[in-house]
């Protein structure tokens, strides 16, 4: 078995290594100073259960108090002439499965299929429409803002991200990139949406990943690395020779249990 294997590992090799480069490198057909489109409508959108902290400010923090539910009794401050709240102490709201959150003074506003940037200005409106401030200033973070990677990468794992603009390449930077055995040419995005789980496949080779749905990723997304054909072999050959040397000696065995009764 250990010939075999001197043999056959050479010969995978020599064969995945003739299109080894062309299966590592990223983005091989754009040419230097190429423009590429990009998905116009990448921002995150949000949907019912999202987990979101809502602040308003003003250069009267008086009136801009009543509208800031936190957990904190100090949590209000002056910086300048703007009221704010430090993030520890804000109060973390879910949107329901209707697509509302209730904010104080201003009840229920809806919040789906919404940007972020959307909702900020939907509650100034609100607020400056309804007469309570007349120079309304609102922050909306996202506050469960996960991505998990998994597969041929250097560090598998969940990873919180704090923007609402993540690339498929700067996840993979989180993750230490890939690992050389990483399949390039074909990478998973899991994505959920309306109750059921979307595949999606991304071939980082090409410009043309830059067009894909999944070029910036949505909140929960799990993005696979899958190995390619070299890792696959190899693994293949190391179960293999698992399985010969284990028939191997237990036929050595049998032929000495056999030997020794037969005497």
């Not at 062309?22 to 983005?27: A, K, T, W």
């Not at 250069?59 to 520890?88: D, R, V, W």
């Not at 109750?195 to 080779?205: A, C, F, H, S």
């Amino acid at each position: 078995m250990r010939l075999i294997s001197r043999i056959i590992l050479p010969l995978i090799i020599i064969l995945c290594g003739c299109d080894a480069q062309r299966n590592v490198l990223y983005i091989q057909d754009a040419a230097t100073g190429a423009e590429v489109a990009i998905p116009e409508d990448y921002l995150i959108r949000l949907k019912p259960f999202d987990q979101i902290t809502v602040v308003v400010n003003s250069k009267n923090p008086e009136l801009a108090a009543p509208f800031n539910s936190s957990t904190g009794y100090n949590a209000l401050s002056t910086i300048g002439s703007s009221a704010t709240i430090s993030q520890h102490n804000l109060q973390v709201l879910t949107i329901d499965k209707e697509g509302f959150i209730t904010l104080p003074i201003i009840g229920r506003v809806e919040c789906n299929n919404l940007t972020r940037q959307q909702l900020e200005s939907a509650i100034e409106e609100r607020i400056r429409t309804a007469g309570y401030i007349d120079d309304p200033s609102v922050n909306v973070r996202f506050a469960d803002l996960t991505i998990s990677i998994v597969g041929e990468v250097s560090r598998p794992g969940r990873y919180n991200i704090n923007r609402d603009q993540l690339t498929i390449f700067e996840a993979l930077a989180l993750a230490g990139d890939m690992t050389i055995f990483g399949n390039r040419k074909s990478v998973a995005v899991i994505r959920e949406r309306d109750g059921k789980n979307l595949i999606t496949r991304v071939d980082l080779r090409s410009a043309e990943c830059f067009s894909s749905p999944c070029y910036y990723l949505q909140p929960n997304d799990i993005v696979i690395v899958s190995p390619n054909r070299f890792k696959a072999a190899t693994a293949e050959i190391d179960q293999n020779r698992s399985f010969w040397i284990s028939l191997a000696s237990t036929s050595i065995s049998l032929a000495t249990l056999v030997i020794t009764l037969v005497k």
